[in-house]
């Protein structure tokens, strides 16, 4: 039976362009994981990401940070698996996972927490990881309960039917920008009044993002009269566009502004995607459904997706 010659590697920034060029080839693979987007909250996270060679061949990148004794896929980034190109066998895979525990543990690393890559997200089928965590006796310690809408399927959604309708009587009409200047004041305050909590991402930060990603991360708001009335901003990750940031304000939700910027998301901008993920709906690790916000997203046709995360022993 083949045997791996494996050798494991702690990223440096001398490392970035071999990195981003391999992101580019894994069959999870996102723009979130190019160093351009990790690196802009650096100073926030001890980064410990790896870089994994069979007979010194790149075959798998980890995006990690370290915090005590622990190794994160990466707590900035929402989602942070080992990544990997095709032609990685799931024998392959189970080894690096018995390298990687082998190569933490002398470093004074007790767990490892790790972060999926939801299944919507590959590239191609890519649950190699899954079956070694099970291997490894992994603990699924969080689940994030996301909703998803299948684009390219008829969507019977009553509540987008009525956009038209309220697009002509308010005059809504919506525009894209090359930065969140316009509307993220909207973004704000609608954060502060329904849950008391600010944005992930500063203003300077989702600009930089931005300007950074152009293809990749979209801002779009919405004019009734030519009065900013909502706003939203959309990450593009293969097949799926991703709701990152959307709202109205008081009067955009009193002529349903919402509604008419989901509807521009999945009828007009962003069609040819497989689909439209309108992102998680649980708290505290998941133990928490926020009832009130999974049925408004609900109604526009989603079902289901969960971002599962698991914490293994070294």
């Not at 996270?45 to 622990?70: C, H, Q, T, Y």
């Not at 956009?163 to 909207?186: G, Q, S, T």
């Not at 049925?295 to 046709?301: L, N, Q, T, Y």
């Amino acid at each position: 039976m083949q045997t791996f010659n494996i050798q494991i590697k702690r990223y440096q920034q001398s490392d970035a362009s071999v990195w981003d060029a391999f992101v580019d080839t894994a069959k999870n693979s996102s723009f979130l994981f190019k160093r351009a987007y990790m690196d802009y909250h650096a100073h926030r996270f001890e980064d410990f990401s790896l870089m994994i060679f069979e007979n010194e061949k790149l075959i798998a990148i980890f995006p990690a940070n370290r915090k005590e004794n622990v190794l994160y896929s990466h707590q900035g980034l929402t989602y942070g698996s080992l990544l990997i190109p095709k032609g990685v066998s799931q024998r392959l895979v189970l080894t690096i996972f018995d390298e990687l525990k082998a190569f933490l543990k002398p470093l004074g690393f007790e767990k490892i927490y790790y972060k999926l890559v939801p299944a919507i997200y590959h590239n191609y089928p890519c649950e190699e990881d899954l079956y070694a965590l099970f291997r490894n006796d992994a603990r699924l310690v969080a689940q994030g309960c996301s909703t998803t809408i299948c684009i390219q399927k008829p969507n019977n959604s009553s509540r987008l039917k009525r956009v038209l309708k309220r697009a002509e009587k308010y005059n809504l009409r919506y525009e894209e920008h090359p930065n969140v200047n316009e509307f993220w004041p909207i973004i704000e305050e609608n954060r502060m009044r329904k849950r008391n909590i600010v944005p992930v991402h500063s203003r300077d930060e989702i600009n930089l993002l931005q300007s950074s990603f152009p293809q990749n991360i979209r801002s779009i708001a919405v004019y009734a009269n030519d009065k900013i009335v909502a706003g939203g901003v959309v990450y593009l990750v293969n097949d799926v566009a991703h709701l990152q940031y959307a709202s109205a304000s008081p009067e955009g939700e009193k002529i349903h502004a919402g509604d008419f910027l989901y509807d521009v998301f999945i009828h007009k901008l962003f069609s040819d995607y497989r689909y439209f993920d309108f992102g998680i709906s649980t708290e505290d690790n998941g133990h928490f459904l926020n009832n009130g916000l999974i049925a408004h997203k609900e109604e526009f046709g989603g079902h289901t997706v969960v971002y599962d995360h698991y914490e293994m022993c070294v």
